[in-house]
Every structure is written in structure tokens, then in C-alpha cells.
């Protein structure tokens, strides 16, 4: 069961059409009797650990901030003032399952775009400084208050005072100002300059969504055409012809080059397949590990007796579904599962889910095709099983 709710007073219809990716918006109340799923103590404690990303902020009164990477040793805690500084961990839903509930509240964007929750705990006067964002965020409140102040819409040509590695925007023009209590929740579009700083002792939680460049995608999709492009594949001359200009590069060769590259880069199929590869990669891919030892689907049912099947929290699913050829594509941490579309209903659950109930689970996997999909998923760390 989710640990959270979101209030049903929220229209996601309507906050779809008037807000997503135009304006910032508060949306007060958000999640009802709001209760921290983690601790400003757990939090510390994940931030001293090396594999987990984290960063401390102090800020001073001159305007200035100064940003050290973690991980932290215990002692950094202890050291710190009373006030003005913040800690903040990525990725804390790939720790803490309560923390990866919170996810479910935003279902009405489709689960590929969220990239994951980072956390932060600001004493009074803490925060990280005016700055923008590149991709949507929803900033829930948790412990304690923020102010939050919401500037212009900014852009790559906007000046940075860029002395802190921070990325602060140079001159803050406020628009609007909120004052965020627990449950409450402010989303903010990319691009949009906003600067929050805590009143008390305070937890954020940010959800941020993934929006890779076209520059990234090009590159990405440009890569896998090279590497399944055999090396034997190469400019010919179609029509030689005696040049009138030896020197001359003409525009037969020109259009003959430019048509095999067009048709090269315009496979639809293909880069529908590669997107659903790129859009689940994991961020953190060393996090999921194979199996030592492998199972076999004979033993399925028999494991899942006495233990529960969970995705593994660092792990990212989609699928799309090609319901006219009676196939569909489960994608999982950047690979992809050509399947029969009998399937459906496991993969939607799959998708889905997080915690899984085995209960669930135990008609999906009477066929073959479902038992060997779970077993793969298994072997290559995507899936966990529980005691």
C-alpha cells in the first residue's frame, strides 16, 4: 500500500493543461497529514556514505554560498553552525522504499519522466540560492517551513555569479513568493528561476523529472546506428562520372551522401527501440549487480513460497505496446524484452509497481514466456526477492 495520498481536491486534468511545463504553481495541501518518511538524522547518515551522492551548502549573509561534495564524515555534523546551511542527498528513493512511495503520488505523468527524489534537510537560512532548472520539479515540504521566492524565466543566456559551482543566477527579479508547510507542494517548470530558504529546521523533498537534450538524444541515437552499422558499409561512387572541376565536390555526391545518412537516422522502428533503451537507464547503473548465481525458471515458484518479489529501487521500467502485430517491448534498465502482447498484464504490473504482491503474480506466471521474463529479470538484478 502507498504511504501517501494525494488530496482529492487536486484536478490533475486541469493541472495538466493550465501548469505542466508553462507556469509554477503552489499547490497547497497536496498530500494530507504529511508525515516525513525519513529523518534529518537518516539523512545525514546517508550523506556520509561513498556511494551515495550528496552535497553541503553554507550560505552567508553576504550573498554568497559555498558548496562541498560529499561523502561526509560524521564529524562534519557535528561541526556545523546552528543556521544557514543545507545538506542535500540525490536519489533517496533508491535507498529508502518510503521515500520511493512518494512517487506514486505524481501517476498522472507517465513514470519514465521522473528521474528521482533528492532530499535535502536546511536549517533557518539555509538553502542553495537563486538558481533555475533545466527540467519540471515538484518541491514538497516535509518538517518545518520554506520561503520560497519564484523569479523570471530564465535560459542559457542568463548571467550566473558562477563562483560557487552552484550555477546562482546572477540578478533575482522576484515575481511571486510562498510560504510552504508540511504537505504542501510547489511545482516549477523548466527554465524557471526560484530560491528557496528555510524559516526553521527543514525537509524538501524534490521529484524531479528527466529532460534530455535533443543534443544527448541525437547523440545517443547516432551511437547505436554506428554500432550496428558493419564496417563494410561505405561511400560508393553510384554514377562515376570525369569531373569538369577536379577539385569540386558536387551535389550528385552530396545528395547520394545526404539520402543514405537521412535513411539511416529516419528508422522509426529503430529509434523507438533505442528511446525505450535510453529513456530506463538507470542513473545510477552500479547500484544493480547480476546474480552470482543464477536461477533457472523451474525454481520460480518455489522461491517465491517464502520470499516477496520487489524491483530493485534503482531500477527503471517502461514498455510500449504494438497491440496491432500482437507484440509489445518491455524495457528495463536500459534493455529491451521483445514479447507476446498475452503479456500485458505482467509488464503493466511490472511498470507499475514497486513492492509487489506475489499474490498478484501467481496467475501472470503460469505461461513459460512469464516464468523465463521474471527468472531473466532476476539474473540481471532487476528484480529482488525479499524474506
Not at 207 to 233: Q, Y
Request: charged share 25%.
Amino acid at each position: 500500500m502507498n504511504s501517501f495520498k494525494i488530496s482529492p481536491s487536486f484536478e490533475r486534468k486541469g493541472f495538466l493543461e493550465q501548469y505542466w511545463q508553462k507556469k509554477p504553481v503552489l499547490l497547497q495541501g497536496l498530500i494530507p497529514g504529511f508525515l516525513d518518511p525519513i529523518s534529518p538524522e537518516e539523512l545525514a547518515s546517508l550523506a556520509c556514505e561513498a556511494e551515495i551522492e550528496s552535497r553541503i551548502v553554507r550560505a552567508s549573509k553576504g550573498g554568497e554560498w559555498k558548496l562541498t561534495e560529499g561523502p561526509f564524515p560524521e564529524i562534519t555534523f557535528q561541526e556545523l553552525p546552528d543556521n544557514n546551511w543545507t545538506v542535500l542527498v540525490q536519489a533517496v528513493d533508491h535507498w529508502l522504499e518510503s521515500v520511493a512511495q512518494l512517487k506514486h503520488c505524481f501517476n498522472f505523468v507517465p513514470s519514465w519522466r521522473i528521474d528521482d527524489v533528492m532530499v535535502s534537510f536546511a536549517t533557518a537560512g539555509g538553502g542553495v540560492g537563486p538558481h533555475y532548472d533545466n527540467y519540471d520539479v515538484f518541491l514538497i515540504q516535509g518538517l518545518g517551513s520554506r520561503r520560497w521566492r519564484i523569479g523570471a524565466k530564465c535560459s542559457e543566456t542568463s548571467p550566473l555569479a558562477d563562483n560557487s559551482g552552484l550555477r546562482i543566477i546572477a540578478e533575482f527579479d522576484q515575481h511571486e513568493e510562498y510560504f510552504l508547510q508540511q504537505g504542501d507542494a510547489l511545482y516549477i517548470p523548466p527554465g524557471y528561476s526560484h530560491w528557496g530558504v528555510a524559516q526553521t529546521d527543514s525537509l524538501c523533498y524534490s521529484l524531479g523529472f528527466r529532460a534530455p537534450s535533443f543534443g544527448e538524444m541525437l547523440e545517443g541515437f547516432s551511437d547505436r546506428i554506428i554500432d550496428n552499422l558493419p564496417a563494410t558499409r561505405r561511400f560508393v561512387d553510384y554514377k562515376p562520372s570525369i569531373p569538369k572541376r577536379v577539385g569540386e565536390i558536387d551535389r550528385q555526391a552530396i545528395d547520394e551522401i545526404f539520402q543514405e545518412l537521412k535513411e539511416l537516422i529516419t528508422s522509426k522502428p529503430e529509434f523507438e527501440r533505442w528511446f525505450g533503451c535510453y529513456g530506463t537507464r538507470s542513473k545510477y547503473p552500479d547500484q544493480i549487480t547480476p546474480r552470482v548465481k543464477a536461477i533457472h525458471s523451474n525454481d520460480l515458484c518455489t522461491l517465491l513460497q517464502s520470499a516477496q518479489l520487489c524491483r530493485h529501487p534503482a531500477s527503471r521500467y517502461a514498455f510500449q505496446d504494438y497491440t496491432e502485430n500482437s507484440k509489445l517491448i518491455l524495457f528495463v534498465d536500459g534493455e529491451e524484452f521483445l514479447l507476446g502482447i498475452d503479456l500485458i498484464n505482467l509488464v503493466s504490473l511490472l511498470c507499475s509497481s514497486t513492492a509487489l504482491d506475489n499474490d498478484d503474480f501467481s496467475i501472470l506466471l503460469e505461461s513459460k514466456a512469464a516464468q523465463d521474463l521474471v527468472v531473466s529479470l532476476l539474473n540481471q538484478g532487476s528484480l529482488t526477492l525479499q524474506s
